[in-house]
């Protein structure tokens, strides 16, 4: 069996020099984005009500040492964001609906969708309330899509959802060192 070299010489094109090389950025629908910072910036979970937005908020802000809120009403809103600086905020499905509010969320911090896992939450739903539920997914998930920046898949636990927001933000080696500096060690279900 003979061996060829493999000619890499047209891989790299071009070379440009970049100021702040080795800075981290994170980048949304082509938009530049400062580098996030949990002690100033805001995470803000959005979705259904009733589908777990309030508990991964939380786990978010525990995971990056925020401050946890929730906000329900939409005129509040404006006054709940700018007070808050390094908070991980649960968003009501009624601030959602709000065109100023979807904007000032996507104006004033990164936007995760907890995305909902439907069928599991449909399968353990009285008859009756189904079809409302329906109705609200197929009413509220075009507005999250419409605010988000990031989405969170369904079927993973409040505290895998934190861990996707900090690698999301860039903030996973950050909190991996002060973990490991901290004596903390995250396991999943089967204990690995």
């Not at 988000?148 to 950050?174: H, I, K, N, S, Y």
């Amino acid at each position: 069996m003979s061996k060829e070299k493999f000619d890499t010489s047209g891989f790299v094109c071009d070379k440009v020099a970049v100021e702040n090389a080795g800075e981290q950025k994170a980048f949304a629908r082509g938009m530049f984005r400062p580098v996030f910072n949990a002690a100033s910036d805001c995470v803000f979970c959005i979705g259904l009500d009733g589908t777990g937005v309030d508990r991964v908020a939380a786990a978010v802000a525990d995971r990056l040492g925020m401050q946890f809120l929730t906000v329900q009403d939409p005129g509040l809103l404006m006054n709940d964001i700018t007070a808050a600086q390094g908070a991980a905020v649960a968003v009501s499905e009624l601030c959602l609906q709000d065109a100023d509010a979807r904007r000032l969320l996507k104006k004033q911090g990164r936007v995760f969708y907890v995305m909902p896992d439907i069928p599991e939450l449909v399968r353990h739903m009285p008859e009756a309330a189904r079809e409302d539920f329906i109705t609200r997914v197929h009413a509220v998930e075009p507005l999250c899509f419409e605010a988000l920046d990031f989405m969170l898949q369904p079927e993973r636990t409040p505290g895998q959802q934190a861990a996707c927001v900090a690698e999301a933000l860039g903030l996973c080696g950050l909190q991996v060192a002060q973990e490991e500096e901290e004596g903390i060690v995250w396991e999943n279900e089967e204990g690995i």
